[in-house]
Structure formats: structure tokens, C-alpha cells
């Protein structure tokens, strides 16, 4: 990447081309940078509008990108900024109408940006959620957040659905949740597939959701990476992580059953508390016709993951080892 190293920075697309600004190397940052895959080049773009910030929102609409809120050394703020990908300008937007904030989530459907959860220094967690349409350069409310108030969550959008989940506010979150712009009602979905954490990254490219990255503390950070697929089936995918069961856990000897009878399991991944796939086992079916995994004898005891792909969709399960 062009530019100095960072953190807490915010990064958005427009058309083909990947954009990266602001965040934190012992102070605060402001700089802009645009990559070109098809060269696979930097090149630096005018400043980001107003004053430099970290932990702010991003989103783009069509060939105008958008920056939100964020923090420095001064405080919190709100102003909105839109940059002019053909004119590399910044012009200033309505800023937001509810509280100033920094490690929110944003994400864009049609013709209209969003702005969801985050921190404003009082509460501390925020729930939250506004609509910034870019024709009229308003913003209004729309239903609180269905999970609980937190900060440092991610989320993404597929189609005419916000997609909002994980994040902080004294534990970490691995809950999901699904906005439907239409009916402006929020919809529990499956649990995110890696364990429970803050400051994960997310972003969707075409009908599929990703989510990677995240930490537990500023010394333990993730690397692990998982995809969200919508069922297409029109089945709630709680539901299907609800009708598969994985027993006994904790287990002594390894050994753990895979109820599915109303499924068929096609693949099996074990991975740990890191996100490391440690064990890709085969398929042994019990006289039952469900699904057994067999742990090799050199993973130690501890929390795992086994992740199925099944004809209705994937699902993640936690298991423990108690050897």
C-alpha cells in the first residue's frame, strides 16, 4: 500500500478499483489511497474532506465515495464527506443526525448509505441505525438494531439486505443479524462461523458475504476468514444450525456425532480457536446413518469448530476436547 503503515483505517470500492484512507500511526491520518488491480499499482489521491480521523464509516454509491464520523485527538465526530472518483474532490454532505461516533458499522444499498451501532463516549454501546440517501442529502432513522448495543461489529450488503453482527461492549459477539430495507425489520440469522470477537473486517462481492480478521485483545489478533451464503432455499439458516446437533461435548476420547438426519452432510472441517483448520476428516457413518468424527489423537483439549457443508447450507458448531 502507498502511504505510511496504520491501523483503525477504512477502505470502501467504487467500480474497479479498491480505496484506503485515514487511521492511526501515532496520530492521525487523512491521506487517501486508490489501487488498481489491473496493474496492480497505488496512487494517491487528494486528502479525505474536514479533519483527520480514525475508526470512521465508509460506503460508495455508484462512483461517489462516502466517509462518516470517527474520532481524534479533538473528540468524536459526524461530518459526512463525498468524494468524486472522476473529479478526485471532496465535498462536504448533511452530517449525521444522530450522535457523533467512531467504530460504527456502514454499509450501502441502491442509492442510500447506513450507519449502525458504534461508540459515543457516553453510553458507551450504541444500537442505532440511519439512512442517508443520496438524491435528497438526508438522513432519517430506521429501526434500532435487533442484537445488543456494541462497537468494533462489522457488516456488509446483499442486495436490499444490511448484514450486522459481532463486535464488543464488555464481551465479544458472535450473533448475526439481517435488515431487510423493504420492511425495515431486523432478522436473526445464523452465528458468524469463527468464534466471538471485535474489530472483524467485512465486505460482500456479489450474492455472498465475507468476514476475517477481528482480535480478542490487542495482543491476540485473528487471521481467520469465513464466507456467508443467504439460503436460497428460503429456509432461516438458524434454523438449520438448530436441527443439527454434535454430542457428546466436551469429549474425552475425540470421538463426536453429527446428528443430521434431515440433511445430508457432504464435507467435514475441524478448526481451532484461531481460525486454523487443523483436521479435514473423512465421512464414517454410525448405523443410525448420522455423520461421526473421529479427532486425531495429537490435538490437544480445547475449544473447536467443526464446520459442515450440507445440501441446505453451511453451518459452524462448537465442540470441546477435554483429553
Given at each position: 500500500m502507498g502511504g505510511t503503515i496504520r491501523e483503525q483505517a477504512v477502505g470502501f470500492s467504487i467500480n474497479n478499483k479498491g480505496y484506503i484512507g485515514a487511521?492511526?500511526?501515532?496520530?492521525?491520518?487523512?491521506?487517501?489511497?486508490?489501487?488498481?488491480?489491473?496493474?496492480?499499482?497505488?496512487?494517491?489521491?487528494?486528502?479525505?474532506?474536514?479533519?483527520?480521523?480514525?475508526?470512521?464509516?465508509?460506503?460508495?454509491?455508484?462512483?461517489?465515495?462516502?466517509?462518516c464520523a470517527g474520532t481524534n485527538m479533538t473528540g468524536l465526530m459526524k461530518d459526512l464527506w463525498e468524494w468524486d472518483q472522476n473529479a478526485n474532490t471532496?465535498?462536504?454532505?448533511?452530517?449525521?443526525?444522530?450522535?457523533?461516533r467512531a467504530a460504527a458499522v456502514s454499509f450501502s444499498i441502491g442509492t442510500k448509505g447506513y450507519i449502525c451501532t458504534g461508540n459515543?463516549?457516553?453510553?458507551?454501546?450504541?444500537?442505532?441505525?440511519?439512512?442517508?440517501?443520496?438524491?435528497?442529502?438526508?438522513?432519517?432513522?430506521?429501526?434500532?438494531?435487533?442484537?445488543?448495543?456494541?462497537?468494533?461489529?462489522?457488516?456488509?450488503?446483499?442486495?436490499?439486505?444490511?448484514?450486522?453482527?459481532?463486535?464488543?461492549?464488555?464481551?465479544?459477539?458472535?450473533?448475526?443479524?439481517?435488515?431487510?430495507?423493504?420492511?425495515n425489520t431486523w432478522n436473526q440469522i445464523a452465528n458468524f462461523g469463527g468464534i466471538a470477537r471485535m474489530d472483524a473486517l467485512g465486505f460482500s462481492i456479489g450474492n455472498?458475504?465475507?468476514?476475517?480478521?477481528?482480535?480478542?485483545?490487542?495482543?491476540?489478533?485473528?487471521?481467520?476468514?469465513?464466507e456467508y451464503s443467504p439460503n436460497e432455499s428460503g429456509m432461516n439458516e438458524t434454523d438449520l444450525e438448530n436441527l443439527i446437533s454434535i454430542y457428546p461435548s466436551p469429549s474425552v476420547d475425540g470421538k463426536f456425532t453429527v446428528s443430521s438426519l434431515q440433511f445430508k452432510v457432504n464435507s467435514i472441517d475441524v478448526y481451532d480457536i484461531e481460525g486454523e483448520k487443523v483436521y479435514e476428516t473423512p465421512l464414517h457413518l454410525s448405523p443410525k446413518g448420522?455423520?461421526?468424527?473421529?479427532?486425531?489423537?495429537?490435538?490437544?483439549?480445547?475449544?473447536?469448530?467443526?464446520?459442515?457443508?450440507?445440501?441446505?447450507?453451511?453451518?459452524?458448531?462448537k465442540i470441546i476436547l477435554s483429553r
Open positions: 487511521g492511526w500511526n501515532n496520530v492521525e491520518l487523512q491521506d487517501f489511497w486508490e489501487y488498481d488491480p489491473s496493474n496492480n499499482t497505488w496512487a494517491q489521491k487528494q486528502n479525505i474532506g474536514g479533519a483527520p480521523r480514525r475508526y470512521c464509516m465508509g460506503f460508495s454509491i455508484g462512483t461517489m465515495g462516502y466517509i471532496w465535498t462536504q454532505k448533511t452530517s449525521l443526525t444522530g450522535a457523533s459515543n463516549g457516553i453510553t458507551p454501546a450504541l444500537q442505532d441505525l440511519w439512512e442517508w440517501d443520496q438524491v435528497t442529502n438526508t438522513w432519517s432513522q430506521k429501526a434500532y438494531f435487533a442484537g445488543s448495543a456494541r462497537m468494533y461489529a462489522t457488516g456488509f450488503s446483499i442486495g436490499t439486505k444490511g448484514y450486522v453482527g459481532t463486535g464488543d461492549n464488555g464481551i465479544y459477539y458472535q450473533d448475526f443479524w439481517e435488515w431487510n430495507q423493504n420492511s455472498k458475504g465475507y468476514v476475517g480478521t477481528g482480535s480478542l485483545s490487542a495482543k491476540q489478533p485473528l487471521k481467520d476468514f469465513w448420522e455423520s461421526v468424527v473421529i479427532l486425531p489423537s495429537g490435538l490437544g483439549q480445547g475449544v473447536y469448530f467443526i464446520h459442515l457443508t450440507t445440501d441446505k447450507g453451511n453451518v459452524t458448531k
